[in-house]
């Protein structure tokens, strides 16, 4: 036979606690186990006995000898022998029994862990080959010579962790003060033996440290991009880290492969680059495109960061940029702006012709109004010349006799009431006023600048005063009449202050229809009170028409178009001609 000696394997524990011995002869395939039969036999070499569960305090469990309740006297060597048919192989395990200080908590002998500085850390108990071996167990910590107790608000921030046969400590948010010694106690049971194993970690607090990564771009986002473009997109990570050197890497992932590895010239990540910072190291790294394809559509692109403190991620996807509905919109309301400003201008500018227009062309849409009981569409209330010497205003009264009936009834179909040409004769002149107003339409007040002075005779004040109030009455208060003011010459502030009130307000209110507008050549030679423009050669109804050639005669001057505009709708009886012809005089 062959014998074959293993070199020696230290083993460490208290009084008190229970130990674990362990033959690696059959894992180091120093013989074909699986084919080959073997014996494992364990022996005290100071007293050269076998050890076996009938001694009360030893237990060979397959490849492992356990020893309980150890005391000084158990220190020693413990020889394994494994025999095969042919050969023999040995291996000694040194007890070292070592003694405890009963002023200090824990083992002598001290595994050594670090714990990373206002991260969250983890210690690892180190007795996950015993965890393996017994029945079942419990574990316990403790800080020094405290027992970490779970649930305790006192030890909020401590936590047990089991994951298999791993047992660990979980320390959120690290502090200096964690800097201490832990020992991790296992109660446990095996085969009827009860026993208690420890093992005691100095916690070191490492001030220099590197936490998770922490992805800042992409952010797991949908980004539009026109087809064809080029494209870049950089992943953008900070690594927390104070005074240690971190081992973090970027890479770019599509369809579960890194970029590198894809061979493709218009699709590359660049160089990975990095800087530093009072509290931490930012890495960064592109992927471009350079053109962008169809296929690179509702592709999913991730940066996977990987660590020693974790592998977080982050991607985008790419979807085609939606049709630009912007400019035919702007346009469409840019359009439909334009039009409606041209449309308020155009019918500001011609309402006038606009509605005259409509009258003409759709008599059918106005009401026939020789049914409302009224005679006249119009009572011409105008400055009346008195006797042959007398001071007056001529030329009002020849536009209000002669003029206006000319165009309003000989041409368009009105019917005008003038008082002392359709008065009866011998009618009061009151009476006629008041009964003539209320069978007119409308009521065309005749004024020029000098109207309205102050140094009239007292007949003719008291007869226009009679009929301006009578007018003003039916317009302002009863609403029943409605007064157009037809102004023969520009109206100088000063005249309008001598104006009367009612005069005035109607004027502010909804103007007058110009008749020095359309006779500018007129304006320079105004009526003033008083004063003859020219003298009466023969009798008041003689007096001269003016000159045919006159633009303000034309049916198409804005004058008549104005007036014509205020004047009562005739409906269906006999429309006004549209002709640019001279009145037939």
């Known amino acids: ?43 005290y070499l100071r007293t050269g006995t076998e050890l076996t ?142 026993g208690r194993i420890s093992e005691t970690i100095n916690g070191m607090v490492d001030v220099e440290y590197c936490l998770e990564p922490k992805v800042v771009e992409p952010a797991n986002e949908i980004i539009k991009a026109d087809l064809g473009s080029s494209f870049s997109k950089m992943c953008r990570v900070f690594v927390p880290c104070v005074g240690n050197k971190h081992f973090a890497n970027l890479n770019w992932i599509s369809r579960e492969n890194s970029i590198s590895k894809i061979v493709s010239k218009r699709i590359f990540q660049e160089s ?59 346009v469409l309301l840019t359009s439909l702006v334009l039009v409606f400003t041209v449309s308020v201008v155009i019918y500001h500018r011609f309402k006038i012709d606009i509605v005259l227009s409509l009258r003409r062309v759709f008599p059918l ?41 000319q165009v309003l009834e000989g041409r368009c179909g009105y019917r005008l009431f003038i008082l002392g040409r359709d008065s009866l004769p011998g009618e009061a002149v009151l009476d006629a006023v008041e009964e003539s107003m209320l069978a007119s339409r409308c009521l065309l007040l005749v004024y020029s600048g000098s109207t309205f002075c102050s140094d009239s005779s007292g007949v003719l004040e008291a007869w226009q005063s009679f009929e301006r109030q009578t007018a003003m009455h039916h317009a302002l208060l009863e609403g029943s009449l409605k007064v157009v003011l037809v102004e023969l010459e520009e109206v100088t502030p000063t005249q309008l202050a001598l104006f009367p009130e009612s005069v005035r307000h109607l004027r502010e209110r909804q103007g007058a229809v110009c008749w020095w507008k359309s006779s500018r050549t007129r304006r320079s030679k105004g009526l003033r009170c008083g004063r003859w423009r020219k003298e009466v050669a023969e009798k008041r109804g003689e007096q001269a028409s003016p000159p045919l050639s006159s633009p303000s005669l034309f049916l198409s001057s804005r004058f008549w178009k104005e007036l014509r505009y205020y004047m009562p709708v005739r409906g269906m009886r006999t429309r006004c001609p549209e002709k640019n012809s001279l009145l037939n005089l």
């Open 53 to 194: 569960r009938e001694t009360g305090k030893t237990l060979v469990r397959g490849k492992t000898l356990w020893i309980f309740n150890i005391t000084m006297e158990d220190a020693g060597d413990y020889e394994c022998v494994v025999r095969l048919p042919s050969e023999c192989y040995k291996k000694v395990a040194l007890l070292i029994v070592n003694h405890t200080n009963p002023e200090k908590c824990g083992r002598p002998e001290k595994a050594q862990q670090v714990l990373t500085n206002t991260a969250t850390s983890f210690l690892n108990c180190p007795l996950s080959d015993h965890i393996r071996e017994v029945d079942n167990y419990s574990i316990q910590w403790y800080k020094g010579c405290e027992p970490i107790v779970e649930d305790d608000p006192l030890w909020n921030r401590f936590s047990y962790v089991s994951d298999s046969t791993v047992e660990l400590l979980r320390v959120k948010v690290v502090t200096l003060e964690d800097n201490a010694f832990y020992t991790c106690t296992m109660t446990f049971n095996l085969e009827g033996f009860s």
């Open 1 to 43: 036979s062959i014998d074959s000696t293993i070199s020696t394997e230290w083993v460490f524990s208290v009084s008190g606690d229970a130990a674990m011995l362990t033959s690696t002869l059959l894992d180091l395939n120093v013989s074909d186990n699986r084919s080959i039969p073997y014996n494992i036999s364990w022996y």
């Open 272 to 330: 990975e680059r990095e800087w530093g910072e009072v509290k931490g190291v930012w890495l960064e790294r592109n992927l471009n495109f350079l053109t962008v394809e169809e296929e690179d559509f509702s592709i999913h692109y991730t940066c996977k960061v990987s660590s020693d403190r974790g592998s977080p991620s982050a991607s985008f996807t790419l979807q085609p940029t939606d049709p630009n509905n912007l400019f035919p919109i702007g």
């Open 365 to 405: 849409l106005y009401p026939n109004t020789d049914s409302d009981g009224k005679l006249y569409d119009a009572y011409v209330a105008y400055p009346r010349l008195f006797g042959d010497g007398g001071r007056a205003c001529g030329e009002a009264e020849m536009f209000a006799l002669h003029t206006l009936p």
